[in-house]
């Protein structure tokens, strides 16, 4: 799942559970360094003081995997590491919904302060909404227990099959998501997932509980999506409209009023009704008078 990706963000997501490992790896020590320099970017936009340890884990890892030479190794991760920052940023301001400011200022940050390093990241550095962030934590968790469940080193006490069933339990939930909406980039990572699952489980000789095979994801018509919520809010609408009729004070408030429109628009058709029997009447004693007019005229020659 490379670069042909059509949304970037999401590129090298089913490796992005090794990314996470080889990150925590790089930044168990991170020490104090670049401390000033963490700080004054912590102090552009926020002070969360958590942010600088952050910021220094960040930029060690950024100096790891910088001094790669495998591009493709780097793109890898270098998008996880967009993500990470995404996700460390949204963590620490809890109470804010929309972060793209604050993740443009700490680029803007890095720029400043760490540019020979993450320069060679910033095609894949991009923000990622809080929506995107939960769907990209959910595919993480899935090649992770996906990987898990195929890995040797857990079937000697079956743990593997632990992984197996929390992998297909995952899968079978996350696509309900999809039912309406599946032309988002989750859903089709979900499809790819599903393909890569069913061809790979095959191999896993025991864990009998865990299914094999992955259903696709089932497709809805996008119309009905619309008309459901409009039928049951309409629904909803005219059972309160009813229990306000049928058991409160609106009854005895609403039925004089009624009444009255009634008896306003009975009026206006008996007017209306009676204007145009005298339109008529005039019109045809118009006409009798015509008549006698063109007879008398005749009778004289």
Known sequence: MGAENEDSKHNYVDKFHKCKDNFNTVTSSSG????????????????????????????????????????????????????????????????????????????????????????????????INSNELVELKKLIELHENFDNFLNDKYKTDDKHCIYGKKCVESYLTYIDDCYYDYDRTFCKLLEKFREDYNDEAERVINCQNVSRDLPPIKKGSKATAIMVPIFFTSLTIF?????????????????????????????????????????????ANSQNRQFNLHYNSDLRK
């Open 239 to 283: 059972s309160i409209v009813f229990l306000l009729y049928k058991f409160t004070s609106f009854q005895s408030w609403i039925n004089p009023r009624i009444k009255k429109k009634k008896k306003i628009l009975k009026n206006l058709y008996e007017n209306s009704t009676k204007s145009l029997e005298n339109t008529e009447t005039y019109e």
């Open 32 to 127: 104090r360094d670049n401390t000033t320099e963490c700080n004054y970017i912590r102090s552009l936009f926020f002070d969360y003081s958590e942010f600088v340890v952050t910021c220094q884990k960040i930029v060690k890892y950024l100096t790891h995997i910088t001094s790669s030479t495998d591009e493709d190794n780097l793109n890898e991760n270098c998008t996880y590491l967009n993500y990470r920052l995404n996700y460390e940023i949204q963590k620490i301001i809890k109470n804010v919904e929309y972060t793209s400011q604050i993740y443009n200022e700490v680029i803007k940050g890095f720029t400043t302060y760490f540019d020979s390093k993450i320069k060679k990241c910033m095609g894949n550095m991009k923000h």
